[in-house]
């Protein structure tokens, strides 16, 4: 898998481990893992103009983590990858989903989960999302895990179809995010949180979920 590394050497004193895949278009990165995932607490995140604006990014599939089977660079701006869903029933699961992203405006990200099994199954889609606006130098040494002086808030509009994550007063730095079918809301520790329920997934079926992320605002200026 060939990965394209925007930090040079400096990256690597940051706590990251496994497999990576980098993502580029113009001022926009991402760098996630092998699932596509973006886990809190180190060195992976959406980054733009030296603020990062995703620094957590969880798929769960009726409530577990997928497992990896496959991930790939399409372009420099995209990735696909393909997971296996977790299956408590007998035999391997008849899920597979993949993750088809890609970055430029922000990141967009299609999933696709189809079952292939004789049976029909039930399908919860879990995204968890959060943003801690961390300068990329931070980042980069591993110093970023308070998050930068002020408030982040976390709000949902309902009307808009919208989750906005958003740090400091007037101007603010944030991230709104938005997807289809799902139900944002956010969990009992704050984080963003997109959910689709599908009460049955038919037998040969499929089917796709939309999150859209879009950066808004001044970044945060470097200390």
Known sequence: MR???????????????????????????????????????????LFHRDTRFLSRLELLVNGASPESLAART?????ARFVLRPQWSGPGESPLIAVRSRFVGDGLHEDLDV???????????????????????????????????KGRVTRRVHADEGLLAIEH?????????????????????????RMVADLEVLASADAARFTLRTAPVGPPRPRR
């Open 3 to 45: 990965d394209i590394n925007p930090w040079t050497n400096v990256a690597r004193r940051a706590p990251i481990s496994g497999d990576l895949v980098s993502l580029v278009e113009g001022s926009m990165f991402a760098i996630s893992d092998a699932s596509g995932d973006i886990a809190p607490g180190g060195a992976l995140g």
């Open 74 to 78: 399409v372009d420099p701006y995209s």
């Open 114 to 148: 189809t079952n292939y099994g004789e049976e029909p199954v039930e399908l919860r889609v879990e995204l968890l999302l959060d943003a801690d606006f961390a300068d990329l130098f931070e980042v980069k040494l591993g110093s970023s895990a308070t998050a930068p």
């Open 168 to 192: 400091g007063g007037g101007q603010a730095t944030g991230i709104r995010v938005g997807g289809s079918p799902a139900e944002l809301s956010r969990t009992r520790d704050r984080l963003g």
